[in-house]
């Protein structure tokens, strides 16, 4: 099975990544060169995080303040055995120029941002694509998007880095925080790799996954074993502005910060979400 680089996002435009599965073991000889062969096995995802310690002496209204507050919001964990098959996923994000074969194969629609000559060169990551559009590109690619769990560990390596290149932040391994104000060429930051040999998987363009976004679903799942998510999505807010509660949608994950996001979105355990239908994010 393949799994697609998801479709990024930039303000944040989305794009992706795309893997292939596998129902057996694969010989590094069988992998294409575009793509990173990821071994099966188990790893720990998500994260665990300290409660607040002073919300014993909270007044109630202080507490109600907390429970709402993005100190108490917790999505990244806890910290969870998953078991995944061997896979190889894209060692790049979708460029493009690969995309611009895709248009011109199926005459599928053109995504945002096409004639912004700062997104738009043939070595960028496309942007400004739906989950639909990722999606779909992934399948005229003979691959799909990979899972949440399957976009991690790529990232995370059998380290369990909290950055795909170890456990420090380092500002020249990634395109983040608007240290550009544009996106950087797919195979960019060579020393911010995973230790599985993809790149990018922190900044540039936010990723979609397949899986559908809900904040309780590490708290809740049963499933240790190629887990695919929630069967649906949670309502939230629109473009996922964490201090809005309208609920108006079900969301998909998207995954690995952007060139506009800040360091706190860039880690490999940040969870954040985005309507299926929107191309972009900010």
């Known amino acids: 099975m393949n799994t697609r680089r998801n479709l990024k996002s930039t303000v944040v435009a989305l794009a992706m990544t795309a893997i292939m599965g596998t129902s057996g073991a694969w ?87 096409w004639d912004d000559h700062k997104r738009n060169q043939p070595r960028q990551p496309v942007s400004g694509v739906n989950w639909h559009d990722a999606n779909a590109y992934c399948s005229w690619a003979n691959k799909r998007l990979p899972t949440e769990a399957e976009w991690e560990k790529a990232a995370r ?4 880095y909290k950055y795909p290149w170890g456990n420090e932040l380092n500002k ?38 397949q899986d559908w976004y809900d904040p309780h679903y590490y708290k809740t799942s049963k499933h240790s074993l190629n887990p695919t998510g929630p069967k649906e999505g949670a309502f939230l807010s629109d473009t996922g502005t964490y ?20 360091a706190a979105t860039v880690t490999t355990t940040h969870r954040f979400w985005n309507d299926p239908m929107n191309k972009s994010y900010g």
Not at 94 to 103: A, D, G, H, T, W
Not at 157 to 160: A, S, T
Not at 244 to 261: H, L, N
């Open 157 to 160: 390596g059998p380290q369990g």
């Open 27 to 113: 010989a590094e000889t069988q992998v294409p060169e575009d793509m990173a062969l990821v071994p099966g096995g188990a790893f720990l995802m998500g994260i665990d995080k300290e409660v607040n310690p002073k919300t014993k002496s909270m007044t109630l209204r202080q507490k109600l303040r907390y429970a709402v507050s993005r100190e108490a919001f917790h999505d990244e964990g806890p910290a969870h055995t998953v078991n995944l098959d061997t896979f190889a996923i894209d060692k790049y994000e979708v460029s493009n120029k690969l995309y611009e074969e895709f248009i011109k194969a199926t005459g599928h629609p053109a995504p945002a941002y």
């Open 172 to 209: 020249n391994n990634a395109n983040y925080g608007r240290q550009k104000e544009f996106t950087a060429d797919v195979d960019s930051y060579p020393n911010g790799k995973s230790p599985y040999g993809v790149y990018n998987m922190s900044g540039n363009v936010f990723e979609w996954v």
């Open 243 to 262: 201090v809005d509660r309208i609920a108006v949608g079900k969301k998909r994950v998207i995954r690995g910060g952007s060139w506009y996001a800040p």
